[in-house]
């Protein structure tokens, strides 16, 4: 069956010279292969190449820690899994592990050893990395935790707390190592599901979309903000400038400001997906990782590159501004 995607926390506090130096080492600086076939073994350099057919990785690891507390931990975690690196009361760094495997001697080769004698030899790669700067206090709000909770080691959250933090942070799936579905396994869980099908609030999102399209249309054609083009409002939607999940009851109410006409020829995709963003008085911002989809990156290129939305106001800004600094697309921290 697939398994839905969870969300790892590993704290590395860049502040702490000896974690700053591991993350220049293995993540500004991805591992190379090659260079260490001599410990590798060959059924994870297959693996690892077939995942980065160019030849590197970031990689990072976690050490078994005292009576092996850490183990329990990382049995929990696998491929497919988004992991966030936090530090300095903040999410800092995040990614999709790609591969997991133990390897006591390349850890040691690529991060020594810690005081303890112990390395860093649950290993992992990740895919799909990106930056992020998220206080520490806006999750804690977010998944209720206690106000002075602190992340001190490895943890897996829950499918609650997990499926919150992909809302708030919009995570696509990356390249990993994940086992082919069991089909017959996923037809059966189908069938033997007995719950609504619909729900109350589904029918309620549609009637407030349909109430913010109507306010915003105000015709059967309109234009899309983000690229301009005139269209049938059929090819039209209320894209909300901030994540509707996340917004408060009042900013939902906020007809006027919270939410712009976006086209499905792609500019609500590549906006809800952070690949552009709205800057300050209205540019067109790009994200630097569309460039790892041509086809995002071409579309971008030739639709938005350059544009200044008028959509945009200083009663905007706010929720603009929220989409910059959650949805957004950055490149991860040197």
Known sequence: MIQAMRIVMQPARRSEKDVDQHYQDTIVKPVVFDDHADLLDASTVEQLKQLFPDGQAQMWGVVPGKRNVNVSRIKKMRPGDWVFFSGDKRIYFGGTIALMWRNRELATRLWSTDHAGSTWEYMYALSGTRGFDIPIEEIR??????????????????????????????????????EPADTQTEEAAVSAFDGELERTAQRAQRGEQTALKRRLLQGSTGQCALCGRSLPGTFLIAAHIKKRAMCSDDEKRDLANIAML??????????????????????????????????????????????????????????Y??????????TPPL
């Open 262 to 319: 976006a086209c499905t020829f792609g500019c609500d995709a590549v906006y809800e997906h952070g690949y552009v963003t709205v800057a300050p008085e209205g540019a067109v911002q790009v994200s630097p990782l569309a460039a790892e989809i041509p086809e995002v990156e071409a579309y971008i290129q030739e639709r938005l590159v350059g544009r200044t939305v008028s959509w945009w106001t200083p009663s905007r800004e706010t929720y």
């Open 321 to 330: 501004l929220w989409h910059r600094t959650h949805t957004f697309k950055i």
């Open 141 to 178: 709000e977010l998944l209720s935790w206690n106000p002075n909770r602190n992340i001190m080691g490895i943890s897996v959250l829950d499918e609650n707390e997990s499926d919150a933090l992909q809302t708030l942070l919009t995570l696509d799936a990356a390249t990993a190592a994940i």
